[in-house]
């Protein structure tokens, strides 16, 4: 089971960017999907969890309206579209198998979300 989170980078408070998380080893169709962040001296941050079965969604209250999850199973990809930015949205994001909105079994190397001016 492999997971990789790319398209972190540096952005200006008020933009934008899309993360991926490609998947192998697994069929992505078979499980929920999800983010989760860690931040320097902060406690680990359930993002987001997209379930296979009917596509239900869930949204921690800090991104909600701003956060979108997506996932593509024919290109075994999972996404986080990520608009208006907050500098408290800096941290390291991690794509991740999860068993609920914020429970999270399996996860790859994370890729660093910067937002500053």
């Known amino acids: 089971v492999q997971l990789q989170a790319s398209g972190g980078g540096s952005v200006q408070p008020g933009g934008s960017l899309r993360l991926s998380c490609t998947v192998s080893g697994f069929s992505l169709d078979s499980y929920a999907i999800g983010w989760f962040r860690q931040a320097p001296g902060k406690e680990r941050e359930g993002v987001s969890c997209m379930r296979s079965l009917d596509g239900s969604r869930y949204y921690s209250d800090s991104v909600k309206r701003r956060f979108t999850i997506s996932r593509d199973n024919a290109k075994n990809t999972a996404y986080l579209q990520m608009n208006s930015l907050k500098p408290e949205d800096t941290a390291i994001y991690y794509c991740?198998?999860?068993?609920?909105?914020?429970?999270?079994?399996?996860w790859g190397q994370g890729t660093q979300v910067t937002v500053s001016s």
């Open positions: 991740a198998t999860c068993l609920g909105p914020t429970i999270f079994d399996y």
